[in-house]
Structure formats: C-alpha cells, structure tokens
T-cell receptor, first 118, second 114 residues
Framework: DTGVSQDPRHKITKRGQNVTFRCDPI?????LYWYRQTLGQGPEFLTY????????KSRLLSDRFSAERPKGSFSTLEIQRTEQGDSAMYLC????????????????FGSGTRLTVV | GQQLNQSPQSMFIQEGEDVSMNCTSS?????WLWYKQDPGEGPVLLIA?????ELTSNGRLTAQFGITRKDSFLNISASIPSDVGIYFC??????????????FGKGTRLSVIA
C-alpha cells in the first residue's frame, strides 16, 4: 500500500464548471475524510465516511458540494458550479477506528488536489 | 466549533538551535497529533499522542500531551535546514467518543538559517 492517493494533483477550471476529485485511501482504513485548506490556514474539515456511510458534513460543505464513497473504498468529491472562493487545496485523509476503544489511529493525508477557479 | 490556538505563528532560527511550539484548546482533547507540511504537499504525520502526560519522541522531535488534556507541545532539537516547513497541531475533541474529526491549528512556519 503506497498511502493515500489523490487525483488530480492540480485542477484549473473556469467559474461555473463542475469538477470532481478522487481519493484512494489506505486499504485497511475504514474512515475517509475530506478537508479543505486555504493559504495560511490549517486544514478545515468538510466531511467524512465510515466505510460507505457519510457520517458528518460541516457547514463549509454547501449544496454545491457532494461526496460519495460507493463501495467503502475510494471516494469522490464533486463541486458543482464552481466559484472563485472554492479555490483551495482539497485534502483527503484516511484512518482506522478501533471498534473496541473507539480511538482513531493513523490519520494519514494524501498530497492533495489544488483547485484554481478562474 | 472547536478551535486550537497554535503559537508561535512563525519562527526564524539558526541551524543547530532547538525549537519549541505549542497548541492549546478551550476544551478537552483525547488525541493530539503533530504534522509537518511542505509546500504543495499534504501534511505528514510526525507524532501521535493518545494519553494525558504522554511524552513521545521521533528522532530529534519530542511531543507531549499536556496533563490538563487541553494542550500539547512539540520540540525539535538541533534544527537542520530540512526542518523548514509548516508544523500543524491537530486534536480530536473528547466529545463524540472518537466520532469527532480532527481539528487543526493554523500552523507554525519554521525557517532555518544556515
């Protein structure tokens, strides 16, 4: 396993277009997270999945954003009708939640997808 | 929502010096993690802490989970040029029993002068 993979690494799109990003987590990990990071800030939580179930969405995730993890493996994040304010690094992370203790281990990030909306 | 206060925001140090940075929260956390991020890359996990008072080392890096469970510290000894980057603290709030996602600080930008 080579870690968390994200594709594409960079995306430039025109305002109003739709974009989709993909994340392949570490195979043994049951949790997958999407974060957004803008310049000079730490990553901000968007949403996460446990297996295929989407368990939480932040208020940052407007109606134009949708995420899926259809088979509990890879995930996609789609942004519809992109706006300039959507320009950011989109980070995916995966982790393992131990069923006994409930503790979450190995929060590993991918290299991110940098989105520029022009 | 939860917020972490990370300080300092930036540091300029001479090669060979030791570095200290810290992170505080207004509520109790059950996990503290420290990450390093290079330009254009995702954060890379440096140290994970799971118990109050825990002190863990990874090479020249040492981190501690504060006894109050509201803070954490990262020390880097004998800094070298490749230590340059942005260091983030991240914590998992105690509320939610492991269901609450990590919250991040705003980062400490470290510059090392050779």
């Amino acid at each position: 396993d080579t870690g968390v993979s994200q594709d594409p690494r960079h995306k430039i799109t025109k305002r109003g277009q739709n974009v989709t990003f993909r994340c392949d987590p570490i195979s043994e990990h049951n949790r997958l997270y999407w974060y957004r990071q803008t310049l000079g800030q730490g990553p901000e939580f968007l949403t996460y999945f446990q297996n295929e179930a989407q368990l939480e969405k932040s208020r940052l995730l407007s109606d134009r954003f949708s995420a899926e993890r259809p088979k509990g493996s890879f995930s996609t994040l789609e942004i519809q009708r992109t706006e300039q304010g959507d320009s950011a690094m989109y980070l995916c992370a995966s982790s393992l939640r131990a069923s006994g203790t409930g503790k979450v281990y190995g929060y590993t990030f991918g290299s991110g997808t940098r989105l520029t909306v022009v | 929502g939860q917020q972490l206060n990370q300080s300092p925001q930036s540091m300029f140090i001479q090669e060979g010096e030791d570095v200290s940075m810290n992170c505080t929260s207004s509520s109790i956390f059950n996990t503290w993690l420290w990450y390093k991020q290079d330009p254009g890359e995702g954060p890379v996990l440096l140290i994970a802490l799971y118990k109050a008072g825990e002190l863990t080392s990874n090479g020249r890096l040492t981190a501690q989970f504060g006894i109050t469970r509201k803070d954490s510290f990262l020390n880097i000894s004998a800094s070298i040029p490749s230590d340059v980057g942005i260091y983030f603290c991240a914590g998992q709030p105690l509320e939610g029993s492991g269901n609450t996602p990590l919250v991040f600080g705003k980062g400490t930008r470290l510059s090392v002068i050779a």
